[in-house]
């Protein structure tokens, strides 16, 4: 399945809005969710406003559903990026579906997804159209230093800052994260967008059934997004939970692969518990609070597995140990 630039796509500088023949560049199109994200969404906005990309480009707040100021914070900026939309997504729980959403009423040639609680490069929508350029998916570079103290950044390994997420179990394709993310809207929609299903690894799915579909995915190293990760020791043990338990939900998405074994249920407990063992070990040599950090995140990540193995059965799906 082959996938062509827009039509009206030029190669143009990555600072300027139209080719020497007068030919306008594809307009883009950002999208962002949003739930309650009062605190952090100004300083994503700030960074939005302060884009060297010269071509046609709009922004596209999905509100999620937010009680807070997010919405009144969001209209605030309407007068430093003059092309702003504040979109009322509340009609389903879920940044999948406020990111459906927004790509739904989106006018440009190509969708840029980014997150509220992060915060945009000044080159990021340049960096990222020079891409779309030759490739139809495009992925940037998480950057977690400049928004996440020392002791924070050690509670987790941030894939995607030298290359594409690895694949897991069982694709083993690698994928993109939704917080740095290029498409031709037209490959979108012809996808049916993110799976609004699944609260978390819509990203990872979506991003299969792309080169499932042969449909190649390209990281692009200047695109760069400064990732803020959860700080709170609770909220670590639970996102490790969310993502343990949409693991085995995409594995069950993805389980009717021609050749793909199911483990028998002893087989599944004796790798639950195989999994438990280095944990306890290293619970016993946990010493500071990033220690910790990183316990609760695999905790949480397990036990996610495990209630998604007793919430699918072994008939839909299977439980292997993360790396």
Not at 139 to 149: A, I, T, V
Request: net charge positive; hydrophobic share 40%; with cysteine.
């Amino acid at each position: 399945m082959a996938v062509m630039p827009p039509t009206n796509s030029v190669d143009t500088s990555s600072r300027g809005d139209v080719a020497p023949t007068g030919t306008p560049a594809p307009t883009i199109s950002v999208i962002i969710p949003v739930l309650n994200a009062a605190t952090t969404l100004g300083r994503q906005l700030e960074a939005l406003a302060r884009q060297d990309w010269l071509g046609a480009w709009e922004l596209i707040i999905a509100d999620n559903g937010s009680e807070d100021a997010s919405v009144r914070i969001a209209k605030s900026y309407q007068h430093r990026i003059p092309d702003l939309t504040v979109l009322d997504a509340r009609a389903v729980k879920g940044c999948s579906h406020a990111y459906n959403a927004g790509a739904s009423v989106a006018r440009g040639d190509w969708l840029l997804f980014c997150d509220a609680d992060d915060e945009v490069t000044s080159g990021w929508i340049s960096a990222m159209a020079q891409g779309l350029r030759d490739h139809p998916v495009v992925g940037g570079r998480f950057e977690p230093s400049k928004l996440n103290p020392g002791w924070l950044q050690r509670t987790r390994t941030l894939p995607q800052q030298d290359s594409l997420q690895p694949g897991f179990a069982p694709l083993f394709l690698p994928h993109l994260g939704s917080g740095n993310l290029g498409i031709y809207r037209r490959l979108f929609e012809d996808m049916r967008g993110f799976r609004e299903d699944m609260p978390v690894f819509a990203d990872t799915d979506l991003s299969w059934r792309l080169q499932l579909q042969g449909i190649p995915l390209q990281f692009l190293p200047d695109a760069v997004v400064h990732v803020s990760l959860r700080s709170r020791l609770h909220e670590i043990y639970l996102q490790g939970h969310a993502y343990g338990l949409a693991q085995v939900r995409l594995r069950a998405l993805h389980a009717s692969l021609p050749g793909r074994s199911r483990p028998l249920p002893l087989e599944l407990l004796v790798v639950f518990l195989l999994g438990w063992l280095p944990l306890v070990v290293h619970l016993l040599r946990v010493r500071d609070r990033a220690e910790f950090g990183n316990w609760l995140w695999k905790a949480g990540w397990r036990v996610g597995r495990f209630h998604g193995w007793l919430e699918k059965g072994r008939r839909s799906c299977g439980l292997v140990l993360q790396p």
